[in-house]
């Protein structure tokens, strides 16, 4: 069984490196998912839940983009907020976004989709074909540690109630990546205090049985200009990574 837990990431520096574009993680051997069916195979008779911002909201237009069988159902949603729904009948695969509690900075979202990541946890019953993914940061870069520590210890707990219910259930945590810092943007935001952040995720996080995408260092070590939502090819290896914990390599 793949065995690397959050807690064995911290104080590892680099955690990985590119070669030839795909990330090479340090620790584990990381699976390369380059067709969809591979995709499709993997998480066969599966619930994805992905909660948390933009970034990963990523994940799933990737899958929806790339996985044909995953077909979006329309939920009338507002296109940046969500929630949204993708359904694969064939394969029994169900895929699932929402996006966490305020603080956010969407323009209008209905009051009655704004639910915290922790009460959404406390409802999934979880188990072997259960799989959560969370990224909380973006929406938190312009408040004070001790809010975004508040809303972590909540999100923490119900994760511990989670495993203790249901310890088969994978929960992956992204983690928050570096962003371009335009003159206009640099205002309000700045990779320093992000990375402020990424520390206390990463600690808050440690000894709990999570699985940790680093999408940090995956932004840092690519070629590629910094972005707030990075581009394709590093959100194939995010994906890559992902899917990798959720069906590792048979040791």
Request: hydrophobic content about 40%; charged content about 20%.
């Amino acid at each position: 069984t793949n065995n690397l837990e959050l807690s064995q990431g911290l104080g590892t520096f680099p955690s990985g490196y590119y070669y030839k574009n795909q990330w090479r993680p340090r620790k584990f051997k990381m699976r390369q998912f380059n067709d969809p069916d591979n995709i499709t195979e993997c998480l066969q008779r599966k619930v994805v839940y992905l909660f948390g911002d933009s970034t990963i909201r990523q994940w799933f237009e990737y899958l929806t983009t790339f996985v044909p069988d995953l077909v979006e159902f329309s939920l009338g949603s507002p296109k940046n907020v969500g929630p949204f729904l993708a359904v694969d009948q064939k394969h029994n695969i169900l895929l699932k976004y929402r996006c966490h509690g305020p603080p956010i900075r969407f323009t209008t979202v209905f009051s009655n989709d704004l639910r915290y990541v922790a009460n959404e946890l406390n409802g999934i019953v979880g188990g072997k074909n259960t799989v959560v993914a969370i990224a909380v940061w973006s929406h938190f870069s312009t408040f004070p540690l001790e809010v975004y520590i508040r809303r972590l210890r909540n999100i923490r707990r119900a994760v511990v109630q989670l495993l203790d219910r249901s310890p088969k259930t994978v929960v992956v945590i992204r983690t928050a990546n570096a962003q371009e810092l335009g003159p206009e943007v640099s205002l309000f935001n700045s990779d320093w205090y992000n990375f402020q952040l990424d520390t206390i995720l990463r600690k808050m996080f440690s000894g709990v049985g999570v699985y940790l995408v680093d999408a940090w260092e995956m932004t840092l070590a690519h070629y590629l200009p910094h972005k707030l939502h990075p581009d394709e090819v590093i959100v194939k290896n995010q994906l890559d990574m992902f899917l990798s914990f959720v069906c590792p390599l048979e040791t």
